[in-house]
Every structure is written in structure tokens, then in C-alpha cells.
């Protein structure tokens, strides 16, 4: 770890209380985290045909976030924008153009359990018209909280490890994880 803002993590009581801290932060958020754990080395060697576990990912995401089929409209959430960080113009651009097809085809559930297949019409219904990629500079609040609890679920889910402090934070607001495959 080099220096800059979080040199103090190298002091062990000082880490400590900053995740204490970050737990505390993660428990008295209002809202809900909705999670797709996919494990890379398990993911190649299941599919026969090729996937980018990034397309799959966000499949998956959307179709969580859609809720269980026969939620009546005024129950499902309101989602007026999607932003996610910008790993690159290319990368983004081929991102944007799966969502689009997406809005189109309706999502897959790729045979994942708990997840459903959904038509077009309902998510053109429930998500924005498409995708906003920002830098990691533009340092977004919901996009760094994203970030900080990815890996203690990801670990944990991967693992089946639940006993880490901060995924037991975390775990409170879980409203869905999948993990693929």
C-alpha cells in the first residue's frame, strides 16, 4: 500500500476502527443491496459457449431488482437512473450496447436459481432509458459504497464464510444475492 489519504490503514487499531466505522455506516443506510457474486474460475468451466460474466452480471442485477413475477407494479422499485463506473470507453460503449439489447430481449436468467426471465416490455417499464458510466475521480458516493461492499460479499459467498464483521453489516440490507454459476 502506497501513501496518500488511507496511509493510516497500515496502524492495526487504526484499520480496526475504520471498519468498525464502515459497518456502523453500512447499518444505518436507508435502502436496499442487491448482489451477483460470480465466480470467474467456476463460471469458465461450466459454460460451453462463452460468456462475458459482466453481461450475465448485469442480467442478473436487473432481474432481481425487477422482484418476484406477480409484484404488482406500486411494490416494485423505482429506478430513474443506473450508474455504473466507467471501466473504459470500449468497455463501456460494448456495456451500454448489452443493456440496450437487454430493453429489447427481455433478461435471461442464464439458469441461475431465483432469478426469472423477463419480457421487454417490463424492463423498458422499470429502468431508465440507459446506463451512465462516471470515472472512479468523479468519486460517487453510491458507487464507493458499492465498491467497499462487493468484496466482504463476494469473499463470503465464494467461501461460505459468513462470520466476517463486515459482510454481517452487510448482510442486513441484502434484499438478494445470486451467486453464478
Known sequence: MGGGDFVFL??????????????????????????????????????????????VSLSQ????????KGIPGPWRPDVTRI???SRGKREDKELQAVYQKYRREGL??????YVQNRQPTTVERLFP?????????????GLELADLAAYPISWAEIHQRWDNPSYIALAEKLNAVVVFP
Do not use: H, W
Not at 442485477?61 to 418476484?68: I, K, M, N, R
Open 10 to 55: 497500515r496502524d492495526p487499531q487504526r484499520r480496526q476502527k475504520f471498519y468498525e466505522d464502515l459497518n456502523q455506516l453500512f447499518r444505518g443506510l436507508r435502502g436496499r443491496l442487491y448482489a451477483i457474486v460470480i465466480d470467474k474460475n467456476g463460471f469458465r468451466d461450466r459454460l460451453f459457449t462463452p460468456l462475458n460474466p459482466y453481461d
Open 61 to 68: 442485477l436487473l432481474s432481481l431488482v425487477c422482484g418476484p
Open 108 to 113: 435471461s436468467s442464464f439458469g441461475a436459481l
Open 129 to 141: 432509458k440507459r446506463v451512465d458510466f462516471l470515472r472512479k475521480s468523479r468519486v460517487v458516493a
Open 83 to 85: 450508474i455504473a463506473e
